[in-house]
């Protein structure tokens, strides 16, 4: 679709709102570009410091916990407890204001996440579908029960269950299967979208890599937001360049007017 390239604030922002605010079926796909604003480093970022030497896609799975528990647990609890010291940012608490001014207007708003620190939940969205699961929640690794009362600090790598079985997060590892429930949400918010979101996501992970292809093939009017291009940014009705905490309240307020004092 020709699509409107453009700084922030300019005539391709202002198209973009435009169709937002005549949205019905309004669905938004935010990736780690949005948290980063809370000060949570994005997926491929998040190897700071002590984790310099390691490739988080190799400790995103399955085998890497099996292989090596320790380092895997070590490094999600690290990642929980920047997770738990992160506040929402305006980018958050501008899709909580975009879920309710939508609805005011008698359409349909889904937000689908790939982060898995719950900040768009503390924000006050309430249609949130967590495509890769959650790092605030853990599981037994052998009986996949969930535990509660994660302790702020684990007193040993990796925790275990009172039977001794490690605990693991309840994220979606490379390899494993989306949550059924998430990917139904999903396509069913997706059947009935006319304008298509996608927020702070390098848009390679899939399946949710490619429900803008999806939205875009039912006709869906399609907005990226990014900092930097990515492989959907040449196929978007519009490409959005700027930071999510700043381009999303933009976007909103143009669409709909002032954002609810915050
Ligand atoms: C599955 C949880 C099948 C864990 C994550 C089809 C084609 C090709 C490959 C596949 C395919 N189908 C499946 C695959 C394999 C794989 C895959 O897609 N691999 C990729 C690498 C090619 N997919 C899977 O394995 C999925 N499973 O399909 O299972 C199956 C079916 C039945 C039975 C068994 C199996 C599972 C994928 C989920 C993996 N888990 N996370 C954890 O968090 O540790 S994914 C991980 O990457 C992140 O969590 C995130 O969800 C995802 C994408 O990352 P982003 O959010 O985009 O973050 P990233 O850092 O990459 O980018 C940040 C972006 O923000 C950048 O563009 C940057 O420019 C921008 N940005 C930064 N700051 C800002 C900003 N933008 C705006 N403002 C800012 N301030």
Redesign the pocket.
């Known amino acids: 679709m020709a699509g409107g390239r453009g700084n922030p604030g300019g005539p391709a922002l202002e198209a973009a709102a435009e169709a937002l605010r005549r949205g019905r079926g309004v669905v938004v796909l935010t ?4 948290s ?2 809370s000060r949570i480093p ?4 998040a190897m700071e410091g002590l984790w310099k030497s390691f490739d ?2 190799r400790l ?1 799975t399955p085998e890497a916990f099996a292989a090596d528990p320790v380092t895997v647990s070590r490094w ?1 609890d690290f990642r929980r407890k920047k997770c738990l010291e992160a506040q929402p940012n305006p980018g958050h608490w501008a899709l909580a204001d975009l879920e309710r001014r939508v609805r005011a207007s008698g359409g349909r708003f889904r937000l689908l996440t ?3 620190d719950g900040l768009h939940q503390r924000a006050g969205s309430e249609d949130v579908v967590e495509l ?2 959650s ?1 605030m929640r853990w599981r037994c690794s052998v009986t996949g029960e969930p535990v509660s009362g994660l302790p702020e600090q684990f007193a040993e790598y990796p925790a275990r269950t009172p039977d001794g079985h490690a605990i693991r997060p309840c ?8 949550p059924e429930r998430a990917l139904e949400e999903a396509y069913e918010a997706l059947e009935t979208c006319d304008v298509f979101v996608s ?11 490619g429900f803008v292809h999806l939205a875009a093939q039912r006709g869906a009017t399609t907005i990226e ?4 291009q ?1 492989p959907i940014s040449g196929s978007v009705s519009f490409s959005l360049r ?4 700043e381009m999303l309240p933009r976007l909103v307020e143009s669409a709909f007017g002032a954002i609810d004092g915050r």
């Open positions: 990736g780690a570009g949005v980063a604003e994005t997926f491929r970022d988080p896609l995103a999600y790939q982060n898995v890769h699961g790092i994220v979606v590892w490379f390899g494993e299967a989306l927020v702070g996501t390098s848009a390679v992970v899939y399946p949710a890599a937001v990014n900092r930097e990515t700027g930071s999510s905490g």
